[in-house]
């Protein structure tokens, strides 16, 4: 009788122990809510910088040490130019002139924000817009959420 109720205890335990870690990884992580919000503006500054041809919204919201990279696809080859690199400087550039004639983008163009992650000093997040997808991870600098890396591509084409 003892080794029975020994048996079904160890088993109570351990089956509490394994519901508990499923429930844990299943579980919403909680996010500090103003780091939430100013890693979404951060986001939202780069995504509308390029959007509106303001490229005050880039200096602000990216850093001077921003690295990025991408995967461009070609419509005439149907292949990608892989590891296309740009500076802060030439995003920054690029944003004072990608819309300027207000051809790349309209109001129904894409500008979906998905942050995965907000620690006290590093974030990650993705946003879908007008080009394709870019990748984020942001850094905490002088109390200020910057981007400080970017992995984008062009939308994926559906017959790859």
Not at 114 to 143: R, Y
Request: charged share 30%; proline share 1%; net charge positive.
């Amino acid at each position: 009788m003892k080794y029975l109720a020994k048996t079904l205890f160890s088993f109570a335990i351990t089956s509490s122990l394994i519901f508990s870690s499923c429930n844990q990884k299943n579980a919403k992580k909680e996010f500090n809510k103003e780091d939430y919000k100013l890693v979404n503006t951060a986001i939202q500054d780069y995504v509308e910088g390029l959007y509106f041809v303001d490229s005050t919204k880039i200096d602000r919201s990216v850093d001077k040490k921003m690295r990025k990279i991408g995967y461009y696809y070609s419509k005439k080859t149907k292949t990608y130019r892989d590891n296309l690199e740009m500076t802060h400087t030439q995003l920054s550039n690029l944003a004072a002139r990608w819309n300027k004639d207000g051809k790349n983008v309209n109001k129904n163009s894409p500008k979906e924000i998905e942050i995965f992650d907000v620690n006290s000093k590093t974030a990650s997040a993705k946003l879908t817009a007008q080009w394709g997808i870019d990748l984020f991870h942001l850094a905490k600098v002088n109390n200020q959420w910057k981007i400080v890396n970017v992995m984008w591509q062009s939308m994926p084409k559906k017959e790859l």
